[in-house]
T-cell receptor
Framework: DAGVTQSPTHLIKTRGQHVTLRCSPI?????VSWYQQVLGQGPQFIFQ???????GRGNFPDRFSARQFPNYSSELNVNALLLGDSALYLC????????????????FGNGTRLTVT | DAKTTQPPSMDCAEGRAANLPCNHS???????VYWYRQIHSQGPQYIIH???NNETNEMASLIITEDRKSSTLILPHATLRDTAVYYC?????????????????FGTGTRLQVTL
């Protein structure tokens, strides 16, 4: 079975532009989470979505938004890009909320490397 | 959120067991300990998780102390492909008016270098 897939794998944008990153979860997973990983640090939680609803949000500005579609895929949008938004953006899916007690491992994709110049 | 403390780096000879320690002294009774690893330029890979009992799978073993304030990840026969950053995480689950959410709070991890 395919794992979590993310697109694009690499992206270069200019300050002030906006970007849309896409994620397809593992088949059967309804929960999708987004993480940002700046070089040299561990991933930081941005959002969690379940059944198309936002269930959690990390400490990120309103320039960051996301949504989840009926097929459980997800998009992360970042507006007014700053140099500091350069990072690896990771998507993870899990069986969270599907009759399990939030003890389902998150499975990560290989991320989208965003460079803002 | 419960904080974890790991050594920044460790070395291990190929074929030997790698024992990676983690302290999580503020862990709550219903919080799980998760271990992930990240090989350069890839997403984090799930290894194992546990609540209070020792766990073993095809990748590793997880030993959690009785007071749950620390744990050890054991790679029984380390290979060069096990060279990675290993993250020990206490998983937090919160229920608010918007529903129940769960997140992983990553630290800086332990960089394990397996050598010949």
């Amino acid at each position: 079975d395919a794992g979590v897939t993310q697109s694009p794998t690499h992206l270069i944008k200019t300050r002030g532009q906006h970007v849309t990153l896409r994620c397809s979860p593992i088949s059967g997973h309804k929960s999708v989470s987004w993480y940002q990983q700046v070089l040299g640090q561990g991933p930081q939680f941005i959002f969690q979505y379940y059944e198309k609803e936002e269930r959690g949000r990390g400490n990120f500005p309103d320039r960051f938004s996301a949504r989840q579609f009926p097929n459980y895929s997800s998009e992360l949008n970042v507006n007014a890009l700053l140099l500091g938004d350069s990072a690896l953006y990771l998507c993870a899916s899990s069986l969270d909320g599907q009759g399990v007690s939030y003890n389902s491992p998150l499975h990560f994709g290989n991320g989208t490397r965003l460079t803002v110049t | 959120d419960a904080k974890t403390t790991q050594p920044p780096s460790m070395d291990c000879a190929e074929g030997r067991a790698a024992n990676l320690p983690c302290n999580h002294s503020t862990i709550s009774g219903n919080e799980y300990v998760y271990w992930y690893r990240q090989i350069h330029s890839q997403g984090p890979q799930y290894i194992i998780h546990g609540l209070k009992n020792n766990e073993t799978n095809e990748m590793a073993s997880l030993i959690i102390t009785e007071d749950r304030k620390s744990s050890t990840l054991i790679l029984p026969h380390a290979t060069l492909r096990d060279t990675a950053v290993y993250y020990c995480i206490v998983r937090v689950v919160r229920t608010t008016f918007t529903g129940t959410a769960s997140k992983l709070t990553f630290g800086t991890g332990t960089r394990l270098q397996v050598t010949l």
